[in-house]
């Protein structure tokens, strides 16, 4: 039986102008509202925004001044919050926020209603992140709305294959991908979202952010924001641009193949059904880890020595 969501994924400017923080603070909200309302007017039931969507900057700065998070709740997402209320829509929107007295790399998701409906905190923040004062997340929840069930890879998170087979095993419906990558192969970030929704059997949606025409060149961030189907096929995709993509994914249709058993079953369960666990467990053993953290620590000291 069909079970119809529609999505939008918003690619904002790569670039905020303006001449002062508070100015491109401005015009980015604007931006950002503007872009609600046009996922709104297409009926959109899911919208998704780029990482780091608040802040008046795109590019990796290291300047602590430029990482400054908005409170949550607070005047920004009150902005989101009374949008996805006017076109009746849910919004994940990614924020540099501090939620219950901890600052993080957030997923704010809020329902139809305006409200709240959860916070997903950033599991794998980089060691840059980290000296900022972005707190690592430790949970991957998924999350319940009334169109289906999300869970959240926001950038770094979607390096590790594990993060993707645990939300789906709690029931994640859709996998959405917010992030500002750049910089590296971008057949190296493409063959990873791919690669997740294959692990999954589930549609991943992808947020970055675009460029105006002819500003793109090679190492700035992506862009391609969009969606992945379940056979890791890319079947919406908005280039280098700027702009919103809507797309209507059917959750009902499952991928079905002979995976592993001699019937054909949904894929999801198909590789749920014949994981292996026990096999698997010196992924969680610390021991790794530390190995690999003290190598590092090692080669940095001698480096700086």
């Not at 305006?114 to 980290?130: D, L, M, S, V």
Request: hydrophobic letters at 40%.
């Amino acid at each position: 039986m069909p079970r119809m969501v529609r999505v939008s994924t918003v690619q904002l400017d790569a670039i905020v102008r303006g001449t002062t923080v508070r100015e491109k603070q401005r015009r980015n909200r604007r931006l950002i509202a503007d872009a609600l309302e046009v996922a709104g007017q297409r009926k959109s039931d899911l919208v998704l925004f780029g990482e780091y969507a608040n802040l008046h900057h795109r590019a990796w700065s290291n300047a602590k001044k430029d990482y400054v998070p908005d409170p949550i709740p607070g005047s920004f997402t009150r902005m989101v919050s009374r949008l996805a209320r006017t076109f009746h829509m849910n919004v994940a929107m990614p924020m540099l926020g501090t939620w219950k007295g901890v600052c993080s790399n957030y997923v704010v998701l809020i329902n139809r209603k305006g409200e709240i409906a959860g916070c997903y905190q950033k599991t794998h923040p980089t060691e840059g992140e980290q000296k900022k004062g972005m707190v690592p997340g430790n949970a991957l929840p998924v999350f319940s709305l009334d169109c289906c069930k999300v869970g959240f890879m926001t950038c770094m998170d979607i390096e590790y294959p594990e993060v993707a087979q645990v939300l789906m095993l709690h029931g994640a419906e859709l996998l959405l991908f917010p992030h500002v990558q750049a910089g590296w192969s971008e057949a190296d970030w493409e063959v990873r979202y791919r690669a997740r929704a294959i692990d999954t059997g589930l549609c991943l949606v992808s947020a970055c952010y675009g460029y105006q025409e002819g500003e793109w060149r090679p190492g700035k961030m992506i862009g391609r924001s969009g969606v992945v189907g379940r056979d890791g096929l890319i079947v919406a995709d908005l280039g280098r641009g700027v702009g919103v993509l809507t797309h209507d994914i059917d959750l009902g249709k499952k991928r079905v193949t002979q995976f592993f058993f001699e019937t054909k079953n949904d894929r999801s369960t198909a590789v749920q059904a014949s994981r292996r666990p026990e096999l698997y467990r010196d992924l969680a053993a610390d021991e790794f880890r530390s190995r690999a953290l003290k190598k590092i620590k090692k080669k940095n000291r001698l480096n700086h020595g």
